[in-house]
């Protein structure tokens, strides 16, 4: 059995998939699988990840017929993971080498169940936009209504959890959802503030529309973790004010 399974969905990413995979290759700790959900792309992601998989064997495509949303495709990519822990890792984001060598590191030292990084934020062309991303050394669910540390591609989660916890479709921000639900249940998270990981900023992407996202945070608020709308009112102004000043240097 891997000790890690790197979940990557994928949807029409052949400009970008070959760089993430080979990220994940060249790791210095080599004791993982590689599960590609191909979320019913119509470009050359399929033929690109199975010519990848012939030079190694520890990728594995599964093809979904129709495409679902990244939530189902990664639920999909967990149910065939075999290894002790989940890493998850976009189709266009990037890992430094030792990333997955210091999160486990640091995953034995804390007791961690969940375990993230820092990150540089760059474009299509691998260039950084803005100031790096530097996380805290440990975070909770309290200071997570504030600011979200846990980027999707730098978190490693406890393969266990996934038999209770999953991705939900219903929500635009669904990582940060099912980030907010395990640490309101107890899970404890660490982070490595180092840079391990770099994650890509497009323009007109949802991750860049903040207004949007201030949206899609405020229905997680209010549907997903039930807060008040007092609290929630209070924890959206924190967040926009955390995210302007977050992007403040995009260029």
Known sequence: MPRVSVIIPAYNSGATITETLR?????????????????????NTTE????LAQEDNRIHLFQLKVNQGVSKARNF??????????????????WVEDKLEKQLKLAE??????????????DDKGNRT??????????????????????????LIKKEYFNKYSFSSEYAH?????????????????????????????????????????????????????????????CIIRYMFKALKKYKHVS
């Open 23 to 43: 990220s994940v290759l060249a790791q210095t700790y080599s004791d993982f699988e590689i599960i590609v959900a191909d979320d019913g792309s119509t470009d």
């Open 48 to 51: 690109t990840v199975l010519r």
């Open 77 to 94: 990519a967990i149910s065939n993971a075999i290894g002790e822990w989940i890493a998850f890792l976009d189709s266009d984001d990037l």
């Open 109 to 122: 030292k804390t007791n961690a169940d969940i375990v993230y990084c820092s990150y540089g934020i760059i």
């Open 130 to 155: 803005c100031t790096d991303f530097i996380v805290e050394k440990h975070t909770s669910y309290d200071k997570m209504l504030a600011r979200n540390v846990i980027s999707c591609s730098t978190a």
């Open 174 to 234: 669904e990582d940060y959802a099912l980030w907010m639900e395990m640490l309101r249940d107890g899970l404890d998270a660490y982070g490595n503030t180092e840079i391990l990981a770099y994650y890509r900023l497009y323009s007109g992407t949802r991750s860049s529309n903040k207004i949007k996202a201030a949206k899609n945070r405020w229905i997680i608020y209010r549907k997903h973790l039930k807060m008040s709308f007092i609290h929630s009112l209070c």
